[in-house]
């Protein structure tokens, strides 16, 4: 019988050396993928060792040009513009997976797999990301943008992995954590080195009045209550990159009933319009409204109308639907009432 192969994404950390170790447990061939986006020489040859400590055949693939089109210069431009990114929710699908699967394909491999802790379930003939066992680790919300092609080869290493049980019988339990590319730095000095203006501006109520000065939008998010010239007790509830304005009110005025999505991945579109038990994240991790919504078709995307009010959503952040632990879908959040 011949040994099933498959190709793991590899960064050399906790998660991936932890995935390589069960796939060989399970008679996998396993080849490891590191996946250059930054020319960062030092991770490359920490992935390497642990490749070669492991047992297993490595290799890396440059994707710094892609990754800096698709992601950074994505970051850059929406801070620029007035919005919210999400970056590793566009890595996944854009960089991370469609490599995977492109090399498997080029490699003759049978399978992909990464470290990420959620699960693929399969229902009427669709593949589907669902939630990993370890509630606290749980990554299906960014992983929305999967395909259909994409899961249908995956496997999920780490789909009943609890975390702090892995942790637990490591030496070196460090682990990276952030936004990758700012590599530690604030994000705000990011964009500063980016050539991102962070000009001051005005800081008004919604009738237009001038309460206060900013130091730059991007340095502020919806919802946010401190910060240089925010009057105290209102809060953030728009930017306004054109005008250079930020717009402060009472905290009431962040709760939205209904908010509408484009650049849409679904898994099932009748499922999605005809289901009654939805609920959605807008954040991964913090408040999430809690009630069901009801979605319905809009323009080229969908109208998201909650039980449950959301509190703060920002123009560019993701919005991922569940059915249960399912996720049926997910989109990048545009406008809301």
Same mark, same amino acid.
């Given at each position: 019988?011949?040994?099933?192969?498959?190709?793991?994404?590899?960064?050399?950390?906790?998660?991936?050396?932890?995935?390589?170790?069960?796939?060989?447990?399970?008679?996998? *061939?396993?080849?490891?993928?590191?996946?250059?986006?930054?020319?960062?020489?030092?991770?490359?040859?920490?992935?390497?060792?642990?490749?070669? #400590? !492991?047992?297993?055949?490595? *290799?890396?693939?440059?994707?710094?040009?892609?990754?800096?089109?698709?992601?950074?210069?994505?970051?850059?431009?929406?801070?620029?513009?007035?919005?919210?990114?999400?970056?590793?929710?566009?890595?996944?699908?854009?960089?991370?997976?469609?490599?995977?699967?492109?090399? %498997?394909?080029?490699?003759?491999?049978?399978?992909?797999?990464?470290?990420?802790?959620?699960?693929?379930?399969?229902?009427?003939?669709?593949?589907?990301?669902?939630?990993? %066992?370890?509630?606290?680790?749980?990554?299906?919300? @960014?992983?929305?943008?999967?395909?259909?092609?994409?899961?249908?080869?995956?496997?999920?290493?780490?789909? /009943?992995?609890?975390?702090?049980?892995?942790?637990?019988?490591?030496? /070196?339990?460090?682990?990276?954590?952030?936004?990758?590319?700012?590599?530690?730095?604030? @994000?705000?000095?990011?964009?500063?080195?980016?050539?991102?203006?962070?000009? %001051?501006?005005?800081?008004?109520?919604?009738?237009?009045?001038?309460?206060?000065?900013?130091?730059?939008?991007?340095?502020?998010?919806?919802?946010?209550?401190?910060?240089?010239? !925010?009057?105290?007790?209102?809060?953030?509830?728009?930017?306004?990159?054109? *005008?250079?304005?930020?717009?402060?009110?009472?905290?009431?005025?962040?709760?939205?009933?209904?908010? @509408?999505?484009? #650049?849409?991945?679904?898994?099932?579109?009748?499922?999605?319009?005809?289901?009654?038990?939805?609920?959605?994240?807008?954040?991964?991790?913090?408040?999430?409204?809690?009630?069901?919504?009801?979605?319905?078709?809009?323009?080229?995307? @969908?109208?998201?109308?909650?039980?449950?009010? %959301?509190?703060?959503?920002?123009?560019?952040?993701?919005?991922?639907?569940?059915?249960?632990?399912?996720?049926?879908?997910?989109?990048?959040?545009?406008?809301?009432?």
């Amino acid at each position: 019988m011949k040994q099933p192969s498959i190709l793991l994404g590899f960064s050399g950390g906790i998660d991936s050396c932890a995935s390589a170790q069960w796939l060989i447990e399970r008679g996998y *061939r396993v080849t490891a993928l590191t996946i250059d986006t930054m020319h960062d020489q030092r991770l490359l040859s920490q992935a390497e060792a642990k490749a070669r #400590e !492991i047992g297993i055949e490595w *290799r890396t693939v440059d994707l710094t040009a892609e990754f800096r089109h698709h992601i950074v210069d994505y970051f850059i431009d929406s801070y620029r513009n007035g919005l919210t990114p999400a970056p590793c929710t566009r890595c996944n699908p854009m960089i991370k997976w469609r490599t995977l699967l492109a090399v %498997a394909n080029d490699l003759n491999i049978d399978y992909i797999a990464t470290g990420h802790y959620f699960r693929i379930e399969q229902h009427r003939g669709r593949y589907y990301v669902a939630k990993g %066992a370890d509630s606290a680790k749980d990554q299906s919300y @960014y992983l929305w943008g999967l395909g259909q092609e994409i899961l249908a080869r995956a496997i999920t290493p780490m789909a /009943d992995a609890i975390k702090s049980d892995i942790k637990a019988g490591l030496k /070196d339990r460090s682990e990276s954590m952030g936004i990758c590319f700012l590599q530690g730095c604030h @994000y705000t000095d990011f964009l500063r080195n980016e050539g991102v203006e962070l000009a %001051a501006g005005d800081i008004i109520l919604e009738d237009g009045k001038v309460v206060g000065c900013h130091n730059g939008i991007a340095r502020y998010t919806i919802g946010q209550r401190r910060g240089e010239g !925010i009057p105290e007790g209102l809060r953030i509830i728009d930017i306004n990159a054109n *005008r250079n304005t930020l717009t402060v009110g009472e905290n009431s005025k962040l709760y939205k009933n209904i908010l @509408y999505i484009k #650049e849409c991945c679904i898994v099932d579109h009748d499922e999605l319009i005809t289901a009654d038990d939805i609920t959605i994240k807008i954040r991964g991790i913090g408040r999430n409204p809690e009630g069901c919504a009801r979605v319905s078709i809009w323009n080229d995307g @969908y109208r998201i109308e909650c039980q449950d009010p %959301a509190w703060a959503p920002a123009k560019g952040q993701p919005l991922v639907l569940y059915r249960n632990n399912l996720v049926i879908g997910g989109g990048i959040v545009v406008d809301f009432e």
